[in-house]
Structures are given as structure tokens and as C-alpha cells.
């Protein structure tokens, strides 16, 4: 059965590269009939260079890690880029960074101008007491107006996709201190499918064809870290230089400006000085941990089996120890299936599953998702 390299412009750009094996000219989903039969088919589904392990955890290693949150956020100047000089209330809890029981505070501090169930003008800006769980959140809520007429209604935002996107890219690290080398974009002249519209479609006249007004532009940035050397699956696909971390980035633009911003678990990754790509586990061991754990979790068919080369975390409160992962998603019946196939799974189970799995022989290791 051959591999396919499931690859496109946005999963390059957002570092989220995933790799499906489907079987060719399938009618219908592959019936496991054993833990044998289910550990066969991983291995035919699985790409090729996932099955040298160590080669992959070698490089996975290897991923340069831009300086973390807690050593770039700076709480007065984020404060300063979201209130300017105006006045904000700061929860009296936010410089307690640990629990009475001395473990890191896993909480946000709260800083607002404005009350959140009022109806005037509104400001949040969230944080983690402890950086290390790389969580930000900045809203903006303009007055209500209880007399809103059509000459109110909000303007079609004036920037471009392209500005739009080096705004987002400027207040991260301007207000937040996010690093800009974790964040994968595309090349020039390809389409930026990272920034999407939010349009509102209004008009007097009912008899008339309303045109969509474009109110908001939302950038979504994923973090991703670039690879020594890049992985191809021999059949001249695309190929996976990048491989997806822990955090995810959202900036809204209307035309006045940044509204919103949220950066979630950016979490600080820090290298394990004893991990080595000896760790490694065997093509046979990693095949047999997902057979049996798939098994386990009773998939008994499948359409097709997707793997996600990652970066995840091995969590230790304020921290995460990077730890080379795979990520298995399992796909029990086709994306879009036909009205015979759709009888034909009309009592079984539909729903996907997905699973992550260490690369590495460490005690009680997972990665996060």
C-alpha cells in the first residue's frame, strides 16, 4: 500500500504538517480484525522516515527555541499597549506566583478599564502569573449604543490581508514579546490563507442585493519550529520542514486598529540535557504502543490513519521539557461519503480519535496536545 503525503500552503505555513495514509481506490474503511492486523496496517500507513525514529527524535532535538515569555513579557509595557495612559484595576492577586501549597500558580492576572456587564467602553488584559504557561489575552469592547442608526454601522476595514498580517505580527512582539522565529509564514507571493474576514451583510432596502461588509480581519498565527533538514515521502511531494509546538496566536483588526489579541499555551519549552536520540524507540516499539493503544480504544476499522510529527511538552509546573511526539489521528469513515456508504455506516460509530505519542523511552511520558 503506498504512503501519501497529505500536504498543503496553510498546514506549510501554520508548521501543521500532517502525513495521511488512506488506502487507494478505498470503498469503504479497512476492517482490523486483530492486533496483528491493526499493527500491519500502522505500519503500512505510516510514512517511511517515521520508521527510523531516531533520526527523526535527532532532529527534533535540534530545533532552535526563540527566548521564552517569562524572559520577553514585560507586564508594564503590555499594560502600557492596551490602557495607554488611561487607568486600570489590577487584581490585588497578581504578583502571588505560587499556591499556599508552594506549586507555581497555574492562574491569569486580571487587569480591566471598565465594567465587563456594563454598557460603556471595555478593557481586559489577562496573563499567566507564571509566563511559563505562555497565556495572554487582550479584548476591547466599545461602548453600546442604544441608538444605532445606518450611519453607524461599522466601517469595511481598510487594511489589506498583507497589513493585516505585519500588524498582528508587530503588536505580538511589540506588546507581548512574542518571538517571531517560532512562527512559520508563507513565502512571498503565495496566498496567506492565516488571515480571515469577518464580514456582516446589511441593507435598507430588502428589495436591494446587500454587499458584504468586511468589519474584522483575524490573523491566526500556530507556533512552529523549523527542521534541520527536511523529510520528503519519496514520491515527490511537498516537503515537511517544519513541525508544529504548543501555542497558538489570534489578532483582530477593524479599522481602528488592533481590538483583540490571544496568545494560549505558548508554553516555555526548555531542552532535556539528558535526552538523546539513543532514547529513541524502535520502529516496532512506537508501531506496537499505537496498535495496542488504538485497540484498546476499540477502532476496529478505519479510513485512513493521518501521523503529525510534533514538538510537545513534558510538563513540570512553570515549564516544559521539549519531547519529540507523535501526533496519530484515525479516521473512521470517509470525509465525504457516498449515500450507499453513508447507509452503510448509519449504526457504526463515526466519530475521529486522536492520540499522541512520545518518540522516546521516558517513564510515564506524554505529549501534551
Not at 507586564?75 to 499556599?100: E, I, Y
Not at 506549586?103 to 489577562?126: I, K, V
Given at each position: 500500500?503506498?504512503?501519501?503525503?497529505?500536504?498543503?500552503?496553510?498546514?506549510?505555513?501554520?508548521?501543521?504538517?500532517?502525513?495521511?495514509?488512506?488506502l487507494?481506490?478505498?470503498?469503504?474503511?479497512?476492517?482490523?480484525?486483530?492486533l496483528?492486523d491493526l499493527?500491519?496496517?500502522?505500519?503500512?500507513?505510516?510514512?517511511?522516515?517515521?520508521?527510523?525514529?531516531?533520526d527523526?527524535?535527532?532532529?527534533?532535538?535540534?530545533?532552535?527555541?526563540?527566548?521564552?515569555?517569562?524572559?520577553?513579557f514585560?507586564?508594564?509595557?503590555?499594560?502600557?499597549?492596551?490602557?495607554?495612559?488611561?487607568?486600570?484595576?489590577v487584581?490585588?492577586?497578581?504578583?502571588?506566583r505560587?499556591?499556599p501549597?508552594?506549586?507555581?500558580?497555574?492562574?491569569?492576572?486580571?487587569?480591566?478599564?471598565g465594567?465587563?456587564?456594563?454598557?460603556?467602553?471595555?478593557?481586559?488584559?489577562?496573563?499567566?502569573?507564571?509566563m511559563?504557561?505562555?497565556?495572554?489575552?487582550f479584548?476591547?469592547?466599545?461602548p453600546?449604543?442604544?441608538?444605532?442608526?445606518?450611519d453607524?454601522?461599522?466601517?469595511?476595514t481598510?487594511?489589506?490581508?498583507?497589513e493585516?498580517?505585519?500588524?498582528?505580527?508587530?503588536?505580538?512582539g511589540?506588546?507581548?514579546?512574542?518571538?517571531?522565529d517560532?512562527?512559520?509564514?508563507?513565502?512571498?507571493g503565495?496566498?496567506n490563507?492565516?488571515?480571515?474576514?469577518?464580514?456582516m451583510?446589511?441593507?435598507?432596502d430588502?428589495?436591494?442585493?446587500?454587499?458584504?461588509?468586511?468589519?474584522q480581519?483575524v490573523?491566526?498565527?500556530?507556533?512552529?519550529?523549523k527542521?534541520?533538514k527536511?523529510?520528503t515521502?519519496g514520491?515527490?511531494?511537498?516537503a515537511?520542514?517544519?513541525?508544529?509546538?504548543?501555542?497558538q496566536?489570534?489578532?483582530?483588526?477593524?479599522?481602528s486598529?488592533v481590538?483583540?489579541?490571544?496568545?494560549?499555551?505558548?508554553?516555555?519549552?526548555?531542552?532535556?540535557?539528558?535526552?538523546?536520540?539513543d532514547?529513541?524507540?524502535?520502529?516496532?516499539?512506537?508501531?506496537n504502543e499505537i496498535?495496542?493503544d488504538?485497540?484498546?480504544?476499540?477502532?476496529?476499522?478505519?479510513?485512513?490513519?493521518s501521523?503529525?510529527?510534533?514538538?510537545?511538552a513534558?510538563?513540570?509546573?512553570?515549564?516544559g521539557?521539549?519531547?519529540?511526539a507523535?501526533?496519530?489521528?484515525?479516521?473512521?469513515?470517509p470525509?465525504?461519503?457516498?449515500e450507499d456508504?453513508?447507509?452503510?455506516?448509519?449504526m457504526?460509530?463515526?466519530?475521529?480519535?486522536?492520540?499522541s505519542y512520545?518518540?522516546?523511552?521516558?517513564?510515564?511520558?506524554?505529549?501534551?496536545?
Amino acid at each position: 500500500m503506498a504512503n501519501h503525503f497529505k500536504h498543503n500552503a496553510l498546514a506549510v505555513f501554520a508548521a501543521s504538517l500532517t502525513l495521511a495514509a488512506a488506502l487507494p481506490g478505498q470503498a469503504q474503511a479497512r476492517e482490523v480484525k486483530s492486533l496483528q492486523d491493526l499493527q500491519g496496517a500502522i505500519r503500512e500507513s505510516m510514512p517511511d522516515f517515521l520508521k527510523n525514529p531516531a533520526d527523526v527524535v535527532d532532529q527534533l532535538l535540534k530545533v532552535p527555541l526563540a527566548p521564552p515569555l517569562s524572559q520577553t513579557f514585560d507586564r508594564a509595557k503590555a499594560l502600557k499597549a492596551v490602557f495607554g495612559d488611561g487607568s486600570v484595576n489590577v487584581a490585588t492577586d497578581c504578583r502571588r506566583r505560587a499556591t499556599p501549597a508552594g506549586e507555581p500558580d497555574q492562574g491569569d492576572c486580571m487587569a480591566t478599564n471598565g465594567t465587563p456587564t456594563g454598557r460603556g467602553a471595555f478593557m481586559l488584559l489577562n496573563f499567566s502569573k507564571n509566563m511559563g504557561n505562555g497565556n495572554i489575552k487582550f479584548l476591547k469592547r466599545m461602548p453600546v449604543d442604544d441608538n444605532m442608526t445606518s450611519d453607524k454601522l461599522p466601517r469595511a476595514t481598510k487594511f489589506s490581508d498583507v497589513e493585516v498580517m505585519k500588524m498582528a505580527q508587530d503588536y505580538l512582539g511589540s506588546a507581548f514579546g512574542l518571538g517571531m522565529d517560532e512562527i512559520p509564514l508563507p513565502p512571498a507571493g503565495a496566498k496567506n490563507s492565516m488571515v480571515r474576514s469577518l464580514a456582516m451583510v446589511g441593507t435598507s432596502d430588502l428589495r436591494a442585493l446587500a454587499t458584504p461588509i468586511v468589519v474584522q480581519k483575524v490573523v491566526y498565527l500556530q507556533r512552529g519550529f523549523k527542521l534541520e533538514k527536511a523529510y520528503t515521502d519519496g514520491t515527490g511531494g511537498p516537503a515537511l520542514t517544519h513541525v508544529r509546538g504548543p501555542g497558538q496566536a489570534m489578532v483582530a483588526v477593524d479599522d481602528s486598529g488592533v481590538v483583540g489579541a490571544t496568545v494560549a499555551d505558548w508554553q516555555e519549552l526548555r531542552k532535556d540535557p539528558k535526552m538523546t536520540a539513543d532514547q529513541a524507540k524502535s520502529a516496532d516499539a512506537l508501531i506496537n504502543e499505537i496498535a495496542e493503544d488504538l485497540y484498546n480504544h476499540g477502532i476496529d476499522q478505519f479510513e485512513k490513519l493521518s501521523f503529525e510529527v510534533r514538538v510537545g511538552a513534558d510538563w513540570r509546573g512553570s515549564y516544559g521539557l521539549l519531547l519529540p511526539a507523535v501526533q496519530v489521528a484515525v479516521t473512521p469513515v470517509p470525509a465525504d461519503p457516498t449515500e450507499d456508504q453513508q447507509a452503510q455506516f448509519a449504526m457504526q460509530p463515526t466519530a475521529g480519535l486522536v492520540k499522541s505519542y512520545s518518540l522516546v523511552e521516558q517513564a510515564d511520558a506524554t505529549a501534551r496536545q
